[in-house]
């Protein structure tokens, strides 16, 4: 595995990747690697020839009360996880090669950050796809992989390559998730032990919502009205940040239940800010969001 | 030579062409094409091996009040142009072809777009940026060529390709003048004969500007106020929108003239908007910002 920090050096390479006619997949990540990650590495070399992975810690995307100062950077770790994992470069650029001092362009979108997380976290999502935006530049891939858990950067960046006409693929991997249900994330390190129970309950409301949708119910506020009552047990109603049903498409606010509606919760669990979701008959909308199995 | 809207055949055209080793030049263009845009042409076949010209009336950079419906569009004079002039592929997208009904991923600068056109035409480099940006992804070129008389638009389109890491080289080519001095622009045609002979005013200030510069004047309130006074000679107070002595680099206003300032003007004769610029000492800034004799 080749390890290289020069955005200059790494767009070089894959592009003569790409002229040997091999097809090049990309997994960017923030390091902190856990099995969500290695779960889009193993997408990765199934959609391509030749996996680039890379570790950024992207300043632009925290807000200025977030957590970038203490995010985790096991960086030799990270190294060893992707080597094991038949990762063939690991890219770890700097803030430096990254974004120029005077930097003054970014990529943004006015709609589908309406809802979710984007009123919460503001200038967030400028951050992700302006980060993404260089990243997939440098690294030129054919494919890019996301995983679900991020379900709004997922699909803000395939319209972002949509509406810009970038010329990768953006598939989306299924969350992964620990055996009790808890959707697989760096934050998660942030919780102590009782917190970690608690924790649970995102995903305990998904099932439930999930349930109502296969005995039929389709009526979405009664539906994230019992999410939010499940969640209120076992943390403060102020807690719960939100708790929608939006279309995947274009994340607007639906009232009827459907195949491909989104159902997205964001609940903090003492002071660690958790994310998880579904995606109704996820199956049937596989092939049109380039969701992977 | 080639005519294509299709952005998708644009893209797989140039991309087989830089396979065959060839060299892809772009000459973005908004039409009614004169002898500026020729020069635009000539210096992309002197930078490339393969030279594509687009021709899009861009909505998205026009504002409400401006000039988007009655923008010149005469498409069978133009392909006759390039086809004089040696294009290989001429790109005719509608608008279509470059937005989805749906488009809402917009690339903006927060820092270049101070001044000048910037507070004059809220969203019109937004509107640039971003279909520079979609064109650039569909013709993948190496060079990029723009005029040096929308200098602002030009600087900008180099930041944004230095932020996001775009593979694309820009060059910058002399403004062509008429030979009382006026720049050409497609929104001459607006003029009336007697705003035509008004319009001079623009260049002439500029000329005073430089022989103050060669004279030995650095006082940049000073020279900016010597060409007002000559504007406003000719035109009401009103119509000069502004006049301004930036750095070229960072286009900040700067109080003293050294090589490398940009001198600018915006002034209204009649209701035609009109912008002029010079580069103080072009020929030592060339290699750093692609200038083209």
Partial sequence: MQVLSSPTEVAALSLNMRRLGKRVAFVPTMGALHAGHLALIEAAKRHGDWVVVSIFVNPTQ?????????????????RQTCEAGGV?????????????????????????????????????????????????NIA???????????AQQARLIQRMVR???????????????EQDGLALSSRNQYLTEEERCRACVLSEALRLAESCYA???????????????????VVPASAVEYIEAVDFEGLAPV????????LALCVRVGKTRLIDNVILGRPHMAAAYGLLA
Same sequence: chains 1, 2.
């Fill in 62 to 78: 925290f807000g200025p009360a977030e957590d970038f100062g203490r995010y985790p950077r096991p960086l030799e770790a990270d």
């Fill in 88 to 136: 063939d470069l690991l890219f770890t650029p700097s803030r430096e090669d990254v974004y120029a001092p005077d930097h003054s362009v970014y990529v943004v979108e006015g709609n589908l950050t309406r809802g979710l997380c984007g009123p919460h976290r503001p200038g967030h999502f400028r951050g992700v796809l302006t980060v993404v935006a260089i990243l997939l």
């Fill in 140 to 150: 030129l891939p054919d494919v890019a992989i996301f995983g679900q858990k991020d």
């Fill in 163 to 177: 509406d810009l006409r970038m010329a990768t693929r953006i598939l989306i991997a299924p969350t992964v998730r």
């Fill in 215 to 233: 005995a039929g119910d389709r009526d979405a506020v009664q539906v994230c009205a019992r999410m939010r009552a499940r969640c209120e047990a």
């Fill in 255 to 262: 009232t009827t239940l459907a195949d491909g509606t989104l």
